[in-house]
């Protein structure tokens, strides 16, 4: 990001103007189009505001912008030439096509983590660097020559990957597959977008969790389908309600968590699972598997999967190295029969043409690593310790005020706050205080809930943290309690 | 590939019958779905075709397959289970959403080349190992530690490799551009996908050139746009058909590919480029600049894009480096106005979350290397002898049957045969004989024009590929003449 020389001698509004007219001659602002605001402008520069008034009175001068109260500061359209030139309309182009924008509360935590880099992260799903094998990947690079032919890959990806996951898939999982039956994708995120995009047609009636993170995708409105859901209980989703659902909506898809649910870390009781497989072959249903967290189990067993107990093809399995690794990877994969994988893997080439090769032969030699296992133990013995000072931050902070269930895996705590309070104006305070997480409402349920994300912020942020997240929720509680 | 192993006590068929028992039983194959053949079955396990017949007779006897005459082999729908039990019907979910399958000649050609991986390759559009930088990148990899945090990238990409692009493109394609107008994407592929799916609506009416690549592309039709063609003669395409096509259908968007355009490796006229962007500046109309050839120029200055004459931001410009440096990176990029790279950014989050930051890495010190400058220069130079041993075998082999321009950069020839015949007969034709290209009609042109690709094939592979496909050509120049 450009910032200006203040060792330069030509004044820092002039260098400043300059720079913004060089950005609206490259057409990174064309004709028409509205400038950040001064406040905006002046963060991003680390300058007063008062210095960027001046540019823009510069700039304004020479007929390059135009200032109207209260609409913002524009690029002229006028100075581009003697015949009218038009730009193209890009504001209408980028409001067309089906893609709805991303939830407002999830642009907004994105927007102030980019803006305020100190901010105290509970709402990123996803792990911090210490808790990443950062080292044993930067290892296994140098150590291995990945001198084999960068060319396009196969459409299901990498074959050695793919290998590497049957024994995986096998040893850690239950899951007994080939090769032939696995398509890897960038994340879950892919998978899940492959799913509702060629498999599903608009109007199509789907049946989700409540609370669920697919409520949080936009990817499900966009694909124009209808959402249905699911209420978890302690024990998650009562299969009961699937075939009800099924019968008034003819439902065509069944979206599951099981293992440490996303937000709520309910792991689906074992009998359920039996039961749900029951109604699904009854109805000729397909159930999706996201199965992200598994492994993260604190103690004991991770709990099976329910593509493991399910002998007719019932089931789309996905899995990722997003929550148990790096993120950054974008490494993920899904298990279904064959006629699925390579229909997907047909769409997805007229997607990006399918994945690097690059990090899939770093995440095949991951897995085969002597790395693989003892980074699998630390991370939850890591991930343990992180909830341990959440949760006793909670309890010294608030203890009469957030309410929640100990999950034994996974990344994240889901809280009720007590009093209800304004979603919104929560999140306002908090990141105002310095602390960002992601309100219950974003995965459906009602105001006064919160997710929080031990995984990515630093042990010794935790506290001091949930200190700023209280200091804000008192506010709002005094706020609404009127004065004390 | 799972073999039979021929050193076992067991029989191969027992061996068969029990690798497809436990492909049925993971649910690659449900109950209902289809076999593979016992052709292909035959040619996959390198065996007897009378030894899968053998292997399927066993699994007959057993219940767990049917076969019908004349309608394949199937997994039974009877045996698992007492109760009645339902796998969802996984054909119809394939036949389901919005996405096009490729076209059915691409497919074959990809199947071909899974099937007989020795088939001489004129029809991948991408460069042989010997052309990428595979030795570089490996370099670069083992020399420099990638510990950066592996989390969720900036969802515009890696911001090294942004910064390393605003240099190359203003050294190398006149481009005057900042970081904060470039989207980072998985090649071009991904560009052209955002563009199509969420800045045009269904029902729009776009411009594409005639032949073009883009017609190869099933994701211009699944995204519901109607497509008008302008003929590209030796200069490129007319700027007054870009007029006259907005007046009869009010198209949205113009597709380029103006630099040794795919297929035909022609050159767009400086005059008509300063002619098109006049049009599109009096009409609004957005380009799309896809430019990925350019830096092969054999010979002088690679011609400048179109987007470095873009003074009022018309110009949507693509790079990428799969045709000049390796396709198996997924590294492209898109230089557009803030309001539609911050939208597409947005959207690309909701398909996969972005790229992983490995490639980024890696591309951004390949760019910043010194191996960057001698690998183009080597590849220019290798790229023209390939050409020229493939016209000299062409000149030899068919003299009177192809007629061609020579193009001065790019990774194609293309060819018009005389004379005309049959596409799909001589696509099966020269597979049979070891050798597969692109029939023209792929790119919307008549039948009767070729495209070689001949930076794919071995140097001393084509010779021998053009024999082969002259020996499919005179057969059916034969077989339509009558016997000699």
């Not at 990174?28 to 004709?31: I, V």
């Given at each position: 990001m450009w910032k200006p020389d203040r060792q330069s001698k030509e004044p820092i509004y002039v260098q400043i103007a300059d720079h913004l007219e060089r950005r609206i001659s490259y057409g990174?602002?064309?004709?028409g189009s509205l400038l950040p605001s001064e406040r905006k402008l002046s963060e991003q520069l680390s300058v007063n505001r008062s210095t960027v008034i001046l540019a823009f009175a510069e700039l304004r001068s020479m007929g390059i912008i135009e200032s109207r109260t209260g609409s913002g500061t524009r690029v002229s359209k006028t100075i581009w030439g003697a015949t009218p030139k038009h730009t193209p309309n890009w504001s209408r182009y980028a409001e067309g096509g089906s893609f709805l924008p991303n939830l407002p509360f999830m642009r907004r935590i994105r927007e102030a983590l980019t803006q305020q880099p100190s901010l105290i992260d509970f709402a990123s799903g996803e792990l911090s660097a210490d808790l990443a094998p950062i080292d044993e990947i930067t290892m296994l690079m140098s150590e291995h020559k990945y001198t084999s032919y960068l060319g396009y890959d196969n459409p299901q990806g990498y074959i050695p990957l793919r290998q590497a996951l049957v024994s995986y898939l096998a040893k850690y999982r239950g899951i007994q597959t080939t090769e032939s039956s696995i398509l890897i994708t960038s994340g879950s995120q892919q998978s899940l977008y492959l799913i509702t995009q060629c498999l599903l047609s608009p109007g199509d009636a789907v049946a989700i969790e409540d609370p669920s993170y697919c409520y949080s995708l936009p990817m499900f409105q966009s694909a124009g389908l209808r959402l249905f859901r699911l209420p978890v209980d302690r024990h998650g989703v009562r299969p009961e309600d699937v075939r009800s659902l099924y019968k008034k909506h003819r439902i065509k898809m069944v979206f599951m968590n099981p293992n440490f649910q996303n937000p709520t870390g309910t792991v689906f009781e074992a009998e359920r699972r039996k039961q749900l497989l029951d109604v699904a072959s009854e109805l000729g249903l397909p159930i999706v598997e996201d199965d992200p967290f598994s492994l993260t189990a604190y103690e004991g067993e991770p709990p099976s999967p329910i593509k493991s107990m399910d002998s007719i093809g019932s089931v789309l399995y996905i899995g990722s190295f997003s929550k148990i690794a790096a993120s950054g990877l974008r490494i993920g994969w899904m298990v279904a029969p064959r006629t699925i994988v390579e229909r997907l893997a047909d769409a997805r080439q007229q997607m990006d043409f399918g994945l690097s090769v690059i990090p899939q032969q770093v995440a095949a030699q991951f897995l085969k690593s002597s790395y693989f296992e003892p980074h699998l133990d630390r991370l939850r013995m890591q991930l343990k310790f992180k909830q341990d000072l959440l949760i006793e931050s909670l309890r010294r902070e608030l203890p009469d005020h957030v309410q929640f269930t100990v999950p034994q895996g996974g990344l994240h705590l889901w809280c009720k706050l007590v009093p209800e309070v304004h979603d919104g104006k929560l999140l306002e305070e908090a990141i105002r205080r310095g602390v960002v997480f992601v309100p219950g409402s974003v995965y459906g349920s009602d105001s006064g809930y919160v997710r929080f994300t031990y995984a990515r912020a630093k042990a010794d942020e935790i506290g001091p943290g949930i200190a700023k997240f209280a200091e804000a929720l008192r506010e709002l509680i005094g706020e609404s309690n009127g004065p004390r």
């Open positions: 990174e602002f064309p004709p």
